[in-house]
């Protein structure tokens, strides 16, 4: 699936496909923190090994939106798994990785503060 280009931000995702996604011509095929201002790499390689603390690093990017994708299927988290950011005031939402992206440089392009959390599931050794 191909994005439009966004010049209004540093990082924006170009493209998302099951190889990964593409920010700025970079195919990027591991879990990744993204936001405007920085692309990150990001410890769980899957849904199974996501914990809370995982998404606090989320609140280092001071975002008012955390979104968060799940791979190529939405996956809802346990509540607590959350918790921690919600209640800090921060919009939690949790889809598929396509949508994810798609809403990431749709709020970009409105100047908000939003973190994707993305996981990319990696094939065993």
């Known amino acids: 699936m191909r994005f439009a280009e966004d010049n209004n931000s540093t990082y924006s995702i170009q493209s998302v496909s099951d190889d990964g996604i593409v920010i700025n011509d970079k195919l990027i095929s591991r879990s990744v923190l993204v936001s405007a201002n920085t692309v990150q790499e990001w410890p769980p390689c899957s849904l199974a090994e996501l ?7 989320c609140l280092e990017l001071d975002p008012e939106i955390v979104l968060i994708g799940t791979g190529s ?18 919009g939690v939402e949790i889809m598929a990785n396509p949508a994810a992206c798609r809403t990431f440089n749709v709020l970009l392009s409105e100047e908000r503060r939003v973190v994707l959390a993305l996981l990319m599931d990696q094939p065993a050794a």
């Open 51 to 57: 914990t809370s603390d995982h998404l606090a690093r």
């Open 73 to 90: 299927k939405q996956v809802f988290l346990p509540a607590g798994t959350i918790i921690n950011l919600q209640e800090r005031g921060i």
